[in-house]
């Protein structure tokens, strides 16, 4: 059975930095898509930032230049390093994870299977 386990979640101040990281246990990992989305109250659940087992990986327009997305093989993690901490970045942030998400799909929360979850970030002003 797959698992996926965030952490790092918190409460900071706007312009803070935090990382949050993804245990992903039970299956593959090197096989895995891995991803972070977010929600925030009130609003739909948005894509973050994406990489796969080649660790190319790509970043929503709204993150570019403040958060980067990495992933350590060897310990079966994923990151989330956000910098600039934004009030507009409160949400819960889940990580995400499949073995068979097609390129064009990679942005959409349908199509990852593994979900954590879910860590709070609050960015207050």
């Known amino acids: 059975q797959v698992q996926l ?30 991803a ?11 894509f973050v930032a994406v990489t796969n087992r080649y660790r190319q990986a790509a970043h929503a327009d709204f ?19 956000m910098n600039s901490l934004k009030p507009e970045d409160t949400a819960v942030y889940y990580c995400v994870a499949d073995a068979n998400v097609i390129f064009s799909s990679r942005r959409t929360a349908a199509a990852y299977k593994h979900w954590g979850q879910g860590t709070q970030v609050t960015v207050s002003s």
């Open 63 to 81: 993150v570019k230049g403040r958060f980067t997305i990495s992933r350590d093989s060897a310990k079966n993690t994923v990151y989330l390093q």
């Open 36 to 46: 972070w989305f977010r929600q925030a109250p009130g609003k739909e659940r948005e």
């Open 5 to 34: 386990v965030e952490s790092g979640g918190g409460l900071v101040q706007a312009g803070a930095s935090l990382r949050l990281a993804c245990e992903v246990s039970g299956g593959a990992f090197m096989s895995y898509t891995t």
